[in-house]
């Protein structure tokens, strides 16, 4: 991430600038960018996110950490996720995607639709595959609990 | 590659299972042959398949194997409620 990019999104942190000002301001940054600069940011707040400057790092692991204490879960004792997903197993599922049905393609649309997700899986095609995963491969996002709640997650690739 | 060798690893408050090196490659040739024996029915679940979705059945049969070989360096360990789980393919 270069310090341009860096800046902004700290400065949408802090709330200085709005999601759309700080969308058109890393748009401005990659004049050949055709993607809106918004589409992995994350709302929750405390979160950033957002593409790289362009390098290709070709990371291998898609890696998801979460710490969570007693008072988030009520469960006893800490509660610890470490994720660590190939790359690879990631481009091989929306291959996979591919085989499933049509009719079914348009259900999952309308159900994730529904619980707010605005995925449509049947665009997801082969040729912007390759496109995905790369934008992938620069997601970060961290998010820390506030008031109290010691809650950390950590999605990141390396 | 497709993987070789899993680490299975459970605990809990009440029992500590050994962390378990399960050597898949293994596996694979005993795998062979029961897929040789269901090979019938496999290739009546391709072709169903490959008509449902429209796509070819050496795709299919393509795309799962890519899925298999892309699982090794999974790694998944959680932890709650004083249980603890980690499953990892090499």
Known sequence: ?158 | MIPNIAVLEIENPHYHMPRLWLPLFLLWIPLALVLILISPLLLIALLALAMLTGVSPWRIVALFWNVLSSLSGTHVHVTANGNKVLVRIL
């Open chain 1, 1 to 158: 991430m270069n310090e341009n990019r860096r800046q902004i999104l700290e400065m949408l942190a802090a709330g200085k600038i709005t999601a759309d000002e700080a969308e058109r301001l890393l748009a401005a940054l990659e004049p050949d960018s055709t993607a809106s600069a918004g589409d992995f940011t994350g709302n929750t707040a405390g979160s950033h996110g957002g593409r790289g400057a362009g390098v290709k790092t070709h990371a291998k692991y898609l890696r998801v950490l979460v710490e969570a204490d007693e008072k988030m879960t009520g469960m006893k004792g800490p509660t610890t996720v470490n994720v660590r997903v190939p790359m690879q197993l990631l481009r091989a599922g929306v291959r996979l995607a591919s085989l499933i049905p049509v009719q079914a393609q348009e259900q999952l649309d309308e159900a994730l639709n529904r619980h707010g997700v605005p995925l449509t899986v049947s665009q997801i095609k082969p040729e912007n595959l390759e496109e995905l995963i790369d934008h992938l491969e620069d997601l970060t996002v961290d998010v820390d609990g506030k008031d109290g709640n010691a809650t950390k997650v950590r999605v990141f690739c390396e």
